[in-house]
C-alpha cells in the first residue's frame, strides 16, 4: 500500500493491526487514546510502504518505563 493509504486505514479505524514481516506484526494507532492510560504512552511509527520507506503512519503503544526510562 502507498504511504496515505495505509495512514488513512490507521486514522479512519482508530487502532489496526499490521504484519511488519513474515511472522511479525504491530497495532498502530491514531492517538494516545487508544493506548492504556497508565501504563502505555504512544510513540510516532514509521514503516516502509510501497512509495516510502519511512512513511509515518501514526503511532504504537508502549509501556511508559521502557519509553521514559523508569525503574
Not at 26 to 39: A, M, T
Request: aromatic share 10%; with cysteine; net charge negative.
Amino acid at each position: 500500500m502507498a504511504c496515505n493509504d495505509v495512514r488513512e486505514l490507521v486514522f479512519s479505524a482508530g487502532a489496526v493491526v499490521i504484519t511488519t514481516g513474515d511472522r511479525t506484526f504491530d497495532r498502530y494507532v491514531e492517538s494516545q487514546r487508544f493506548c492504556q492510560p497508565v501504563d502505555e504512552v504512544s510513540v510516532p511509527a514509521f514503516v516502509e510502504t510501497r512509495d516510502n520507506p519511512q512513511c509515518w503512519i501514526g503511532y504504537v503503544c508502549r509501556d511508559r518505563s521502557d519509553v521514559e526510562g523508569g525503574d
